[in-house]
């Protein structure tokens, strides 16, 4: 997270929604912000379709998990940066977004390089809680990023919610949400989590306290080894500039393993 900035554009918000929407520029990174100092998004201005924060890239570790991901739906646009470099470097995915601010999809095409919707993408302005309601067993891959100025909004922290999501996914689907280490309630979302996916659930932290990217799984990882973790990293990191390897030796760290797997709770 970083504050300030050389230019701050200031847009208006949708008078229904109180988040401003701002744009700030330094040494060369362009962020998004709503209503705070706070780094929802950022990119790189040479290299708009990489991931610049390292949450965005640890989001990526589905790919880990899931060897044959043919859709991903995202709640929560921002600056699009998970969803641009699917569209950019997973040609095999589609995926759908869905934003509940005209403003912030205004934005995110005009300044963070958002693509056009096409056959492979699209963002869709709509209520993410409803749209969720309406689309059961839809998605092999569910990406919630859904921040505000004061972070998660109620709605997406509830039991209910959580349920909602276990229910969106197909059978072998893959949750990830992207949550705030210093949140003094962040065990208690990750116990919801825990109770919605039966335990079957990973954490991985990329900061300190910083953000922590969490993963439910519908049925669970059929192989947790980390021998066979590590050559899929591997793997990745043929086509990939993300450091995966680097990611598999912190989801040992944060979560229960031996020197040959990992664990989860679902597990004992």
Request: charged share 25%; with cysteine.
């Amino acid at each position: 997270m970083f504050s300030a900035a050389k230019k701050m554009l200031r847009g208006l918000a949708n008078a229904a929604l109180s988040d401003a929407v701002d744009v700030s520029e330094i040494n060369g990174v362009r962020a998004l912000h709503l209503g705070s100092a706070t780094v929802q998004s950022a990119m790189r201005i040479r290299e708009p379709f990489e991931l610049e924060l390292t949450y965005t890239r640890a989001i990526m570790c589905f790919l880990l998990f899931h060897r044959d991901v043919k859709q991903m739906l995202t709640i929560g646009l921002g600056g699009g940066s998970v969803a641009k470099y699917v569209y950019a470097h997973c040609p095999e995915i589609v995926g759908k977004v869905v934003e509940i601010n005209p403003r912030i999809i205004q934005v995110a095409k005009n300044q963070f390089f958002v693509p056009e919707n096409d056959d492979r993408f699209e963002v869709i302005e709509a209520d993410g809680l409803v749209y969720l309601e309406e689309h059961i067993d839809a998605t092999d891959v569910l990406f919630i990023d859904a921040f505000d100025s004061n972070g998660i909004p109620p709605n997406f922290c509830s039991q209910d919610f959580f349920d909602q999501c276990a229910n969106t996914l197909k059978n072998d689907g893959v949750f990830v949400i992207n949550l705030w280490g210093s949140d003094k309630k962040f065990d208690v979302y990750l116990a919801r989590i825990e109770q919605s996916f039966n335990n079957k659930v990973l954490i991985l932290r990329t900061g300190k306290p910083g953000n922590i990217a969490v993963f439910g799984f519908k049925q669970g990882v059929a192989d947790l080894r980390l021998n066979t973790l590590r050559d899929h990293a591997k793997l990745l990191e043929k086509t990939h500039k993300i450091e995966f390897l680097q990611f598999v030796e912190k989801l040992a760290d944060n979560n229960n393993s031996t020197n040959n797997r990992i664990f989860m709770k679902s597990d004992r």
